[in-house]
């Protein structure tokens, strides 16, 4: 199964989609209704033909997405979520772990490792929703701290795909130090002037957008996602009015000056492609000529 | 002026008015002497009792009394020549947190204070100390110029959140806290930050990256608060008193997390019977710290932040 139009992106394997994928031919678009031919949503990057809404990806489908193929090496899977503070809801938390990996295939809500993009080396992160919201937890906030540091240690530029509700609740004051021990790691970085591009998708919202997500060199966003810090509906119970049009999408967020640049789903692996080329200044991230046809670098060495 | 109460405060309060009853008749008789005496001794018993055991939403209702003392009030009883200053350069001043400089003991520094209002009309001027944007960002201005001039910070944090609303939204609230933590980490002076009453969510963290964090007994601090958890995970408001046990908040959990580096005692029954021996805790607290943080050089300071912050947090690794 052909995916993609351009040969630069990976295909999927068809096994990776099978979980996000309804059975038979059809497939309904969560926006517009539309029903639509799954063939034409998954070549399209489950992006809706008709009205451009941009379906969630899981971490799998974004990194096959954007990283050359076979080149994803995981680091960090051993380290594992716990219930510290035995917090108990309605139900405990232990047990909202439990369902959110088998709910999610994923043993948090982030997948993080080396990667090539065109060729690129990079540390990249990618969040995944369907894992408790993209929330931020202690793992969460260690697996991303240390993209960051492995980045420092081996002179590497961070590419982080974000999506995420904000702060772990059940975690308490940890998931709010998180905020502080991601964005320190940020700070490290940038003070060794090695590159991070922040790629937000819908929904990025709360403790992640008001840490790493927004500290960006440059900030990418898809069409249309919900960026901002307070939820929608936090903001209409507070102030009881309603809230204006497109407020909070990503063209709003853009409009107000808090993006660099909105862009398509499939223009996603062309735009990093190009932001690292123009950052990556060191020998040994810079790309040799293994760009795939139809990648907009411009070749230096 | 009598101050308003709680509901598990009644038997202190109807011990006060007995005893005050008795004392108005100014009556030399030695039985109600004697009992004046009784009376008086029941209420110091009582008063441990009640406040030697609180739980943690009855922290959280005295973190909010009205009558608790609030930036301002500390910083006039700790500090000598305050000079506040205002806005943000870019967009406007945020009277939700005063910022500025003044002496302490001598010796001048950064004042950055999340501010409450003492009744409603105050409050609402002030947003009931949720701040906006611009509030982080002539934070972050103040904070600057102490580390240009080589001067500690000290941040007083009693915020009930970041204001959840559309010009916060629209001017980057997200952006202004994310800036902030990252700034602050890189700050060349001693942070000391000292949590007086509510630390909520963002809205505390957007100013309360610290060297050192000390707490004030009653106060609380969290990610979100009890009500907005409680109406999340158990979909019922009601439900906070449940929640507020859950999430940990109070000064001695957050001891046991690491999270924060000292308690600061409180009055019995709470700061706001009595600012000025609260303030006196908080002074003693803070001239400790001060002699220790300004000792170190601007790199130790900034490796020390980096690493307190870089613990925290708990995962399995195998
Ligand atoms: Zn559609």
């Known amino acids: ?301 | 002026m009598a101050l308003s109460s709680f509901d598990f405060e009644k038997p202190v309060v109807e011990l006060e008015q007995k005893i005050e009853n008795l004392q108005a008749k100014e009556s030399t008789n030695p039985e109600v002497r004697k009992e004046l005496e009784g009376l008086e001794e029941q209420l110091e018993e009582t008063k441990k009792q009640i406040y030697g055991n609180l739980t943690p939403w009855q922290r959280v209702q005295l973190a909010r009394h009205i009558a608790r003392p609030h930036s301002l009030d500390y910083i006039s009883l700790l500090f000598s020549d305050w000079m506040e200053l205002h806005g943000d350069r870019t967009f406007a001043d945020d009277p939700a947190v005063v910022c500025g400089f003044a002496h302490f003991d001598g010796a001048p520094l950064a004042v950055i204070g999340q501010q409450k209002g003492k009744d409603t009309k105050e409050n609402l001027a002030r947003n009931f100390a949720m701040m906006h944007p611009e509030g982080y960002r002539k934070a972050l201005r103040i904070m600057k110029l102490a580390d240009k001039f080589a001067l500690p910070i000290v941040v007083l944090i009693d915020t009930p959140g970041a204001y959840p609303g559309i010009g916060a939204e629209e001017r980057g609230q997200a952006e202004a806290i994310a800036r902030n933590i990252k700034e602050m980490a890189l700050l060349r002076v001693p942070i000391i930050v000292i949590i007086i009453g509510e630390g909520a969510s963002g809205g505390a963290l957007g100013v309360g990256l610290g060297n050192v964090v000390l707490m004030l007994e009653n106060a609380w601090y969290c990610v979100i608060s009890p009500e907005g958890c409680a109406s999340i995970l158990w979909r019922d408001r009601a439900m906070a008193p449940q929640s507020a046990d859950a999430l940990k908040l109070t000064a001695r959990d957050l001891i046991e997390l690491k999270v924060v580096d000292e308690v600061i005692p409180e009055p019995l029954g709470g700061a706001h019977r009595n600012p000025e021996e609260a303030a006196k805790n908080i002074r003693v607290a803070l001239q400790k710290h001060l002699a220790i943080l300004t000792k170190k050089t601007p790199k130790q300071l900034q490796a020390d932040r980096f690493a307190k912050y870089r613990a925290m947090g708990v995962v399995i690794e195998n």
């Open chain 1, 1 to 301: 199964m052909t995916w993609f139009r351009k040969e630069q992106f990976t295909v999927l394997k068809a096994p990776q989609l099978k979980d996000r994928i309804p059975d038979g031919l059809w497939y309904k678009c969560d926006n517009c209704l539309n029903i639509l031919y799954i063939k034409d949503f998954m070549q399209n990057l489950k992006v809706c033909p008709r009205c451009n809404f941009h379906a969630r990806l899981n971490a799998d489908e974004r990194i096959a997405m954007v990283v050359d193929e076979g080149t994803f090496q995981e680091i960090d899977t051993n380290v594992l979520p716990t219930d510290s503070l035995k917090f108990v809801d309605s139900k405990p938390y232990c047990e909202r772990l439990e369902t959110a990996k088998q709910k999610a295939n994923m043993t948090e809500a982030i997948k993080t490792g080396f990667a090539e993009i065109n060729g690129y080396k990079v540390v990249i992160g990618v969040m995944d929703f369907a894992f408790i919201g993209g929330s931020m937890g202690s793992v969460v906030g260690e697996k991303v701290t240390r993209v960051f540091e492995t980045a420092l240690d081996k002179k590497l530029p961070v590419t982080m795909v974000c999506t995420s509700g904000g702060a772990r609740m059940q975690e308490a004051i940890l998931s709010l130090m998180q905020m502080a021990k991601t964005s320190i790691a940020v700070a490290r970085l940038s003070e060794a002037r090695l590159p991070y591009i922040s790629v937000l998708t819908n929904p990025t919202t709360a403790g992640v957008m008001a840490s790493f997500a927004s500290l960006g060199d440059v900030i990418v966003a898809e069409l249309n996602a919900l960026i901002g810090f307070a939820g929608p509906r936090v903001i209409q119970q507070t102030i009881n009015q309603i809230l204006p049009k497109g407020f909070q999408r990503s063209e709003f967020v853009l409009e107000h000056g808090f993006l660099d640049i909105i862009i398509h789903r499939r223009d996603l692996k062309k735009v990093l492609t190009n932001l690292l080329s123009y950052f990556c200044l060191d020998q040994n991230t810079r790309l040799k000529g293994k760009a795939g046809k139809g990648a907009d670098v411009i070749e230096v060495i």
